[in-house]
């Protein structure tokens, strides 16, 4: 797209652009109504700050920092306003552009724009708003996991919480409801965070890919001497029986007088993972996982948590299911630190992952460490084997879907559904190149994530001692 053309696309603009928009909130209104665009066309746009909408054929998004996206927020270009023009990755440009002849949107705007379009299509008798498209910001990016084969999990293998549906996380309620109808909230009743797009050289981004294991081990960050006990709160991760019931990640000693961890499930113990630490799917665009971030030590480290977006591209080679990943984000905590991966990796806790170099999972469900798919990688990569690399997404989803059911359907629905997130949410994708970002928490994972029975580092508040 030459000038010619961008030039009749500026005069459409502004001939049925609301011109009385602004980007003052308290024009809000005025820019979804009759006056402005139409709000159904508003709410499937993916705007992550205030910008400006070029309108045309193909609807374009200006940042103010020079971003130049399409309505879905995937980057086309770079905005230079110094001469009003924008250079497209393609080459071509858009020139003679004045921002103040362009419509100002914000993420408020769009979201405004989506309810009164779905408030129009449950005012219109005859009319299913469940056919209406739905538009999810690109505040929930993209996001990333590793190859199967290069799944390694070292020492980060003293994983955490875990068991069946019976866990005791699971039937907490939610500490803070959702205060309006329309607002959007997460699995714990807490509305969900606004996140940025990631771009390779943004403040605080780093490039890395992501891998997956489920072992069932004491999560890493379960022990009190790798925990930062001066924390304000204090938090150490949730471990959990075989049976899935929270126990204390540590008690007294025998003789009383020191802090004693309870022992690994991978060193002879009872302390798993807690099952309903798995991963879970909050929209189509964004997900909540636990499992091993990159870090030097602990105290640093652990009960972090990293905004991953994935790039399309795969660690090991790009297949369909990498670009499937693009415009998803996972907000992932870490509950475990990755000593043995490498640069900017994470280890996401995932069923099915592969045990990588200790298993516990086996004992827990009572399978062989053989039904668990390949050691590094799991039922992915044993489906990889069968079926060569080039196999489609759909004959991998079909293959991985069969051992999700037949190892953990009728033993855990918690761990099947954990299973078939990797499936449904993740696209089967293995070893996909991310960005991430460090960000705060969600709430959800905060709770999953801290101990209800170790609440205070002090000796004098620890359980007494019990052998676990």
């Known amino acids: 797209m030459r000038k010619s053309i961008f030039s009749a696309l500026l005069t459409v603009a502004s001939a049925i652009f609301f011109w009385n928009c602004s980007s003052d909130s308290s024009?809000?209104?005025?820019?979804?109504?009759?006056?402005?665009?139409?709000?159904?066309?508003?709410?499937?746009?993916?705007?992550?700050?205030?910008?400006?909408?070029?309108?045309g054929e193909t609807n374009i998004l200006i940042y103010k920092d020079g971003r130049v996206t399409d309505q879905d927020g995937s980057d086309i270009g770079a905005f230079d306003p110094a001469t009003g023009t924008i250079v497209m990755n393609d080459g071509s440009t858009i020139s003679d552009i004045n921002l103040d002849e362009l419509t100002p949107l914000t993420p408020e705007m769009v979201q405004q724009a989506k309810a009164a379009s779905e408030a129009q299509n449950e005012e219109e008798p005859g009319r299913d708003p469940s056919e209406e498209t739905s538009s999810d910001s690109y505040e929930h990016g993209d996001s990333s996991s590793d190859n199967s084969g290069n799944n390694d999990e070292g020492e980060h293998s003293q994983q955490g919480p875990g068991n069946d549906g019976n866990s005791s996380s699971s039937s907490r309620p939610s500490a803070v409801p959702s205060s309006s109808s329309e607002e959007v909230v997460d699995a714990s009743g807490y509305p969900i965070a606004s996140y940025e797009k990631l771009t390779e050289n943004g403040a605080g981004v780093t490039k890395g890919f992501a891998t997956r294991y489920w072992d069932a081990c004491k999560p890493h960050c379960s022990w009190p001497e790798k925990v930062n006990q001066n924390a304000n709160p204090y938090r150490i991760a949730r471990n959990c029986s075989i049976k899935g019931e929270e126990i204390p990640a540590f008690t007294k000693s025998e003789d009383g007088t020191w802090l004693k961890g309870t022992v690994s499930s991978c060193d002879g113990g009872g302390a798993y993972t807690c099952i309903d630490m798995i991963p879970i799917a909050i929209n189509d665009t964004l997900a909540y996982a636990f499992g091993a971030a990159p870090g030097v030590d602990e105290m640093s480290t652990c009960g972090k948590c990293y905004l991953i977006q994935f790039t399309g591209e795969g660690k090991y080679g790009t297949k369909e299911a990498h670009g499937l990943l693009k415009k998803k984000s996972l907000v992932i905590m870490s509950s475990n630190v990755g000593y043995d991966v490498s640069g900017g990796q994470f280890d996401i806790m995932i069923p099915g992952g592969g045990v990588g170099n200790f298993n516990a999972l086996s004992n827990q469900i009572g399978v062989s460490a053989s039904d668990l798919g390949k050691q590094m990688g799991g039922f992915y990569s044993t489906c990889e084997d069968q079926l060569g690399a080039d196999a489609s997404v759909d004959t991998f989803k079909n293959c991985v879907s069969q051992k999700c059911e037949s190892v953990f359907k009728g033993r855990s629905s918690t761990l099947y559904d954990g299973c078939m997130w990797f499936v449904n949410w993740f696209e089967t994708a293995n070893n996909p190149v991310t960005l991430f970002k460090q960000v705060e928490c969600p709430q959800y994972l905060v709770d999953k994530y801290t101990s209800t029975i170790n609440t205070s580092p002090n000796l004098s508040s620890a359980p007494s001692y019990q052998n676990y």
Do not use: K, P, R, Y
């Not at 209104?29 to 309108?55: H, K, M, P, R, Y």
């Open 27 to 55: 024009n809000v209104n005025s820019c979804i109504g009759s006056t402005c665009a139409e709000s159904s066309e508003i709410a499937n746009f993916t705007v992550t700050d205030s910008c400006f909408w070029l309108q």
